[in-house]
């Protein structure tokens, strides 16, 4: 590294809001761990005071004012600080430093944009900008034209032909996005996007092609790696944040994926980013054609995800990078022992769940859509699909207990509520599945890929299976514990205990699907199964977490928390 930077300033992601906040604080904190490291005096300016970068000895200087070009400005007058960094605080910090960029602020005081240029970023925000850089490649891009008024949205919707997507350029979360049918609902849309930005996208949609994101890194030298691709569950057509993500991606065939990985590292090349992007597919599901949907050149939602999920630390390598750094001269800070040129290699499965909180609201619409209404997410780690989805779906926080066996939900109409999805589409299925829809019915319905459902369907089977031994509970008040145990102790039995478990059944989902609740509580079911299980045997050794914790160190935590 050449660069002498004593001083550089941070722009965090302002007040907590739906779509942005919570997740960039782990950039921004991981960011501000690389300056200290490097003896850099860091100068942060974030209104949050519910974050980890504003905790006292996190950043060297704390500025609780709001990322505006205004107050910032004053803030870089005082501090005089040599660089900034505007990739680790969202869309909000993106936005201000492209304003200080275009008002000659950073120019007036010297300070040097670290990372990627900000032509580069103003190449991938300005979405006519977009598909012209993109185009210079012969990468495709969806269908579309860039408009700054009603009558232009108009226009371009006539030319294009129902149906079309509306987006808000510099717009956070998808906000002012949407679908739209018919003109009605076109202009209704266009004014609600103009209310966010002063240009919208109008593009052709592509609803029903899977959604597809790979997380890359550059640096100054041109070395490039993918750290992460993920895969939507839910098709095109509903924000990624509204999705069940799942990574790595699990129906791309070989030449889909390295396909789409030489584009992403194509694209970053030619755009000349420098630290980490997040390139966005639709890919259509019964060929390989593919269309770029968007490219952010920052740390995104998606970037947090990626880095716990890996293991591989993008923010604090993003940093170092727009440092001066190579790839080749890091060593991977999680890991400690590979370099940070090396591409994690997943051999297990992790599902991001989003979290809505739509039932606080009255009058609130329930739809989904290409708007974000979640408030936030969990994640889950397992070895299949299956089993990372039921520990996801029991950590959001809505009294579920996995993908079987919670309380009946009503639905008035099934179908209609696999085709227009809510925030309780997931259990839908469920529901659909159990009733006896077919994997075809459910695919045509909601265009999730046959391959997800075939999972779900398979969880379902093994709850039926387990239903089977429900006598079970008529037996227990008349046998002693020994005598319960030699009855349950038939190898079929065991056998599907040993598949539940593997396949992410809790113990009280197992009691459930037992008949057990009738007789004693939702607690004491569980524990009574959790008994019969250690007694046959099946828990994972102490070998067996050390072993994996060895493997997978950033998943350390995971990894015991699951086998409690």
């Given at each position: 590294m050449e660069k002498k930077l004593k001083k550089v300033l941070l722009l965090g992601s302002g007040a907590l809001k739906i779509g942005q906040a919570g997740e960039f604080d782990y950039s921004?904190?991981?960011?501000?761990?690389?300056?200290?490291?490097?003896?850099?005096?860091?100068?942060?300016?974030?209104?949050?005071?519910?974050t980890v970068q504003t905790s006292k000895g996190v950043a060297d200087t704390v500025y609780f004012q709001p990322v505006q070009a205004a107050f910032v400005e004053r803030v870089i007058e005082k501090e005089r600080p040599d660089g900034i960094l505007l990739s680790f605080g969202g869309q909000t910090a993106l936005n201000c430093g492209v304003e200080l960029y275009e008002k000659g602020v950073l120019k007036k005081y010297g300070v040097e944009v670290l990372g990627t240029p900000v032509q580069a970023i103003i190449d991938t925000e300005d979405r006519d900008l977009f598909v012209k850089r993109l185009d210079e490649i012969g990468v495709k891009t969806i269908k579309s034209h860039a408009c700054e008024n009603v009558e232009e949205v108009r226009h371009a919707a006539q030319e294009l032909g129902f149906p079309v997507i509306l987006r808000a350029a510099y717009a956070l979360g998808g906000l002012g996005s949407g679908f739209c049918d018919n003109e009605d609902e076109l202009l209704s849309q266009a004014e609600?996007?103009?209310?966010?930005?002063?240009?919208?996208?109008?593009?052709?949609?592509?609803?029903?092609?899977?959604?597809?994101?790979?997380?890359?890194?550059?640096?100054?030298?041109?070395?490039?790696?993918?750290?992460?691709?993920?895969?939507?569950?839910?098709?095109?057509?509903?924000?990624?944040?509204?999705?069940?993500?799942?990574?790595?991606?699990?129906?791309?065939?070989?030449?889909?994926?390295?396909?789409?990985?030489?584009?992403?590292?194509?694209?970053?090349?030619?755009?000349?980013?420098?630290?980490?992007?997040?390139?966005?597919?639709?890919?259509?599901?019964?060929?390989?054609?593919?269309?770029?949907?968007?490219?952010?050149?920052?740390?995104?939602?998606?970037?947090?995800?990626?880095?716990?999920?890996?293991?591989?630390?993008?923010?604090?390598?993003?940093?170092?990078?727009?440092?001066?750094?190579?790839?080749?001269?890091?060593?991977?800070?999680?890991?400690?022992?590979?370099?940070?040129?090396?591409?994690?290699?997943?051999?297990?499965?992790?599902?991001?769940?989003?979290?809505?909180?739509?039932?606080?609201?009255?009058?609130?619409?329930?739809?989904?859509?290409?708007?974000?209404?979640?408030?936030g997410e969990v994640m889950a780690i397992g070895r299949t699909f299956e089993e990372a989805l039921q520990k996801g779906l029991r950590m959001i926080g809505q009294g579920m207990h996995g993908f079987v066996e919670n309380h009946e939900i009503k639905i008035p109409n099934i179908a209609t509520s696999l085709h227009e999805p809510t925030d309780m589409r997931i259990f839908v299925v469920s529901k659909a599945l159990k009733i006896g829809y077919t994997i075809e019915q459910i695919h045509q319905l909601t265009m999730i890929d046959c391959w997800f459902l075939q999972k779900l369907k398979h969880i379902v089977d093994i709850d039926q299976r387990l239903k089977q031994f429900a006598q079970v509970s008529e037996f227990i008040e008349f046998m002693d514990n020994t005598e319960l145990l030699e009855y349950l102790e038939a190898p079929e039995f065991v056998s599907l205990l040993h598949e539940a478990k593997v396949y992410g059944f809790s113990d009280f989902q197992i009691g459930r699907a037992l008949g057990l609740e009738s007789l004693m509580s939702m607690n004491d079911a569980g524990i009574m199964v959790r008994s019969w299980r250690k007694e046959f045997g099946i828990v994972p050794t102490v070998n067996q977490i050390d072993t994996l914790a060895a493997e997978y160190p950033a998943q350390t935590n995971y990894l015991y928390l699951s086998y409690l």
């Open positions: 921004g904190a991981q960011a501000l761990k690389a300056l200290k490291e490097e003896g850099i005096h860091s100068v942060l300016i974030n209104p949050n005071i519910a609600e996007a103009f209310s966010f930005s002063p240009q919208v996208l109008v593009e052709k949609s592509l609803k029903g092609w899977k959604e597809i994101e790979y997380e890359v890194v550059r640096d100054c030298y041109d070395n490039c790696i993918t750290v992460c691709n993920m895969e939507n569950l839910d098709p095109l057509g509903i924000h990624t944040g509204e999705s069940i993500v799942v990574a790595p991606s699990q129906t791309l065939s070989n030449n889909e994926y390295h396909k789409l990985r030489a584009l992403a590292i194509k694209i970053i090349r030619h755009i000349g980013i420098v630290g980490e992007c997040n390139v966005q597919y639709a890919l259509d599901p019964n060929s390989e054609d593919y269309r770029v949907i968007e490219v952010n050149a920052r740390l995104s939602r998606s970037s947090a995800l990626a880095s716990k999920a890996t293991g591989y630390p993008l923010a604090f390598v993003a940093a170092k990078l727009g440092l001066g750094y190579g790839l080749f001269e890091l060593n991977n800070s999680v890991t400690k022992t590979t370099s940070a040129f090396f591409e994690p290699a997943l051999d297990y499965v992790v599902v991001k769940i989003p979290r809505w909180d739509l039932t606080k609201f009255h009058g609130v619409k329930r739809q989904l859509g290409s708007s974000m209404k979640s408030v």
